[in-house]
């Protein structure tokens, strides 16, 4: 199969089967898929860990991506001699190594953590920085409300975004005074479709008990007939807990 390059800008939707074999080549939609997978596992099995453990598991990952099994023992991870890591017909290709590790192949010391893919721009990873708009403080905005963007609040929002979208529940820990709860409530104001979503936000207590925690959630439902209760018609409901 001979494909020429291409842009997701020609194209009116990424679901298009027949554009994607028609004008991707077999290298580079082995390459999207593999940073698809990288991407995701890196948010998945790296995700439940602190900044110290996303330095092993970064490091961890690119070694057995390489297949560098002799480099694995310094960071004290034991694997099978015999295992094959990553096999790929196009494995050495260099069009396929440019595309997977840019900016890996630069800089080295990059973490899988701080890119994300443009999928507007070729899939090409680019620093979670690079989705920062402008920031501007409203006027009379009280001080404790104001939240400056910053890389961690742009990934952690991505993430709640993407999850929520497609049905999973999640749960955010971090030390206090990282703005976790800022980021979700801002989230709830401004990074839902209101059309499609409506959210309910409250706070648990050592006090708090599962009765007044199914009234809080009841009292603001819908109630469709005799215990049964749900969102407003054609929207789905997020709840925040802290």
Same mark, same amino acid.
């Given at each position: 199969?001979?494909?020429?390059?291409?842009?997701?800008?020609?194209?009116?939707?990424?679901?298009?089967?027949?554009?994607?074999?028609?004008?991707?080549?077999?290298?580079?939609?082995?390459?999207?898929?593999?940073?698809?997978?990288?991407?995701?596992?890196?948010?998945? &099995?790296?995700?439940?860990?602190?900044?110290?453990?996303?330095?092993?598991?970064?490091?961890?990952?690119?070694?057995?991506?390489?297949?560098?099994?002799?480099?694995?023992?310094?960071?004290?991870?034991? &694997?099978?001699?015999?295992?094959?890591?990553?096999?790929?017909?196009?494995?050495?290709?260099?069009?396929?190594?440019?595309?997977?590790?840019?900016?890996?192949?630069?800089?080295?010391?990059?973490?899988?953590?701080?890119?994300?893919?443009?999928?507007?721009?070729?899939?090409?990873?680019?620093?979670?920085?690079?989705?920062?708009?402008?920031?501007?403080?409203?006027?009379?905005?009280?001080?404790?409300?104001?939240?400056?963007?910053?890389?961690?609040?742009?990934? %952690?929002?991505?993430?709640?975004?993407?999850?929520?979208?497609?049905?999973? %529940?999640?749960?955010?820990?971090?030390?206090?005074?990282?703005?976790?709860?800022?980021?979700? %409530?801002?989230?709830?104001?401004?990074?839902?479709?209101?059309?499609?979503?409506?959210?309910?936000?409250?706070?648990?207590?050592?006090?708090?008990?599962? %009765?007044?925690?199914?009234?809080?959630?009841?009292?603001?439902?819908?109630?469709?007939?005799?215990?049964?209760?749900?969102?407003?018609?054609?929207?789905?409901?997020?709840?925040?807990?802290?």
């Amino acid at each position: 199969l001979q494909a020429e390059e291409f842009s997701l800008a020609e194209i009116d939707t990424q679901d298009d089967d027949d554009f994607w074999l028609k004008h991707q080549t077999p290298v580079k939609r082995e390459g999207v898929l593999t940073m698809v997978f990288l991407f995701a596992c890196a948010w998945t &099995c790296g995700a439940a860990t602190d900044g110290a453990g996303r330095l092993w598991f970064d490091q961890v990952f690119k070694c057995i991506y390489d297949s560098k099994k002799g480099d694995l023992a310094k960071w004290e991870f034991v &694997c099978f001699e015999e295992t094959e890591f990553y096999t790929s017909q196009y494995k050495d290709d260099a069009r396929l190594k440019e595309l997977i590790f840019s900016p890996w192949s630069l800089q080295r010391s990059v973490p899988i953590y701080d890119v994300y893919m443009d999928t507007e721009d070729d899939f090409r990873w680019k620093p979670w920085t690079d989705r920062l708009a402008g920031f501007d403080i409203p006027k009379d905005t009280p001080y404790h409300a104001i939240i400056v963007p910053t890389a961690d609040t742009e990934r %952690n929002q991505f993430l709640i975004r993407t999850l929520v979208d497609r049905r999973y %529940n999640l749960i955010i820990s971090g030390p206090t005074g990282t703005a976790k709860t800022a980021s979700i %409530n801002g989230m709830l104001l401004g990074g839902f479709d209101s059309e499609e979503f409506s959210s309910i936000a409250f706070a648990f207590s050592a006090q708090t008990t599962e %009765n007044q925690t199914q009234d809080i959630i009841d009292g603001k439902l819908d109630k469709r007939r005799k215990g049964v209760y749900g969102p407003p018609p054609g929207k789905r409901m997020v709840i925040f807990i802290d």
